[in-house]
């Protein structure tokens, strides 16, 4: 299974970024998708997950201001993130579970900075 991530880059306090992650390879069941990220100097932590009940879980820095969405058809989850913060720069990981396995993808650079 292979997890590419795209769309972080520099943005400026209160704005937005969308980030995209799709799962492709040898997929078996999809159960639980998700964002880590991890800041200079700092453990990796959970941004948020989505179940395949539809079941999300946020950290509480980002409720509110994050939103995480699948799309199962395209084996593709999504972490709309507003109102962005400086403290919100780190590199976001995609992560996979597919009851046996977990999987990540490579990592995308959100920058939030004026």
């Known amino acids: 299974v292979q997890l590419q991530a795209s769309g972080g880059g520099l943005v400026q306090p209160g704005g937005s970024l969308r980030l995209s992650c799709a799962a492709s390879g040898m997929i078996v069941s999809i159960n639980v998708m998700g964002w880590y990220r991890q800041a200079p100097g700092k453990q990796r932590e959970l941004a948020a997950d989505i179940h395949n009940s539809g079941v999300t879980s946020y950290a509480d820095s980002v409720k509110g201001r994050f939103t995480i969405s699948r799309d199962n058809a395209k084996n593709t989850v999504y972490l709309q993130m507003n109102s962005l913060k400086p403290e919100d720069t780190a590199v976001y990981y995609c992560?996979?579970?597919?009851?046996?396995?977990?999987?990540w993808g490579q990592g995308t650079q959100v920058t939030v900075s004026s």
């Open positions: 992560r996979l579970w597919d009851g046996a396995t977990w999987y």
